[in-house]
């Protein structure tokens, strides 16, 4: 079991509060929100938005949704077909190294990712 605090990457928003527990699930309260779900949604939003080495968008946007917000969208993985929860689990995924962020060159407010490369 690997238990950690992470800020939004934004700065601004409540803290996060993930524990990534043996068996495959990370549990997360954000605020208000209480929600958990499977390891395996991280190895997929590697597998398929960070396929390259470019910046990516983080994409939380609920009417527009990019990045990691649309791979979330599209996902059928328990309760998290909101794209905003990528504003939770994507710092969770810096937190544990698998990530960088920056602010958005292209986007106001936005943020910007990229797969940390061994």
């Known amino acids: 079991m690997v238990e950690f605090d ?4 934004s700065g601004r928003g409540k803290p996060i509060h993930a524990i990534i527990e043996e ?3 990370c549990a997360v309260d954000w605020g208000d929100a209480h929600f958990e779900f499977p390891y395996a949604l991280i190895d997929g939003i590697l597998a398929n938005v ?9 994409g939380s946007y609920r009417n527009n949704p ?3 917000g649309l791979y979330i969208r599209e ?11 990528a ?7 810096v937190e544990l190294g698998l990530l960088i962020s920056r602010p958005s ?14």
């Open 23 to 25: 068996g495959g699930y």
């Open 87 to 93: 504003s939770a689990i994507a710092p969770i995924m």
């Open 66 to 68: 990019s990045g990691v």
């Open 50 to 58: 960070f396929i390259d080495e470019n910046w990516h968008p983080l």
């Open 105 to 118: 060159t292209t986007i106001i407010n936005g943020i910007e990712l990229k797969r940390v490369i061994d």
């Open 6 to 9: 992470c800020e939004p990457l």
């Open 75 to 85: 996902q059928e993985i328990c309760s998290l077909h909101s794209p905003q929860f």
